[in-house]
């Protein structure tokens, strides 16, 4: 189950663009230091490195990649950008169903009345997060919308989590 935090838009862009930062410096490191490491073990004076070059920076982009899901990714300074990330995972998940929860949403589904709304707050929080407030104008609308008829059969608006049963129901259930 993911569960949207609030967190601070300007803290948010800040931490992960440090971390960012933190991680090109990493890459860029080794994929540098590899690089010029097997050009000392194996290259020739004056031949061409180009394949050692580029198999010291794929070897230092895969250490970077096992590093950001091994270590980094449980580290403070990483937090904000992980919780980012999952959030636009979550995000994608539910888009990638969209069309299937947009036609049972008009039918008063349930699980795809509570799947619009996550939609809705999950991408209210990206914009928000990400600084682009000319796309929080157009989402309002569907928003109230959805909220409106959840209210009117009953069903809890105040959701900030994504339940995997939901996007269970939905791609069990079949559109007539």
């Known amino acids: 189950m993911f569960n949207l935090q609030e967190?601070?838009?300007?803290?948010?862009?800040?931490?992960?663009?440090k971390s960012s930062l933190i991680l090109i410096i990493v890459f860029a490191s080794l994929g540098m230091g590899l690089s010029s490491?097997?050009?000392?073990?194996?290259?020739?004076?004056?031949g061409n490195h180009f394949r050692l070059n580029l198999l010291g920076v794929l070897l230092g982009l895969g250490i970077t990649f096992l590093l950001v899901k091994m270590v980094f990714s449980k580290q403070p300074f990483m937090r904000e950008a992980v919780y980012g990330w999952h959030l636009k995972r979550n995000l994608m998940r539910?888009?990638?169903n969209m069309h299937k929860i947009k036609a049972l949403a008009i039918t008063s589904q349930p699980e795809a009345l509570k799947l619009l709304h996550f939609y809705h707050l999950a991408l209210e929080q990206m914009h928000r997060l990400e600084g682009d407030d000319t796309a929080l104008l157009e989402l309002k609308v569907e928003k109230l919308a959805t909220e409106e008829t959840m209210q009117h059969l009953g069903i809890e608006t105040n959701l900030n989590h994504l339940d995997p049963s939901w996007l269970q129901a939905i791609e069990e259930h079949t559109i007539s």
Do not use: A, K
């Open 7 to 17: 967190i601070d838009p300007n803290n948010y862009r800040q931490r992960t663009r």
């Open 37 to 46: 490491l097997l050009v000392i073990i194996w290259g020739t004076p004056g």
């Open 94 to 96: 539910v888009t990638n």
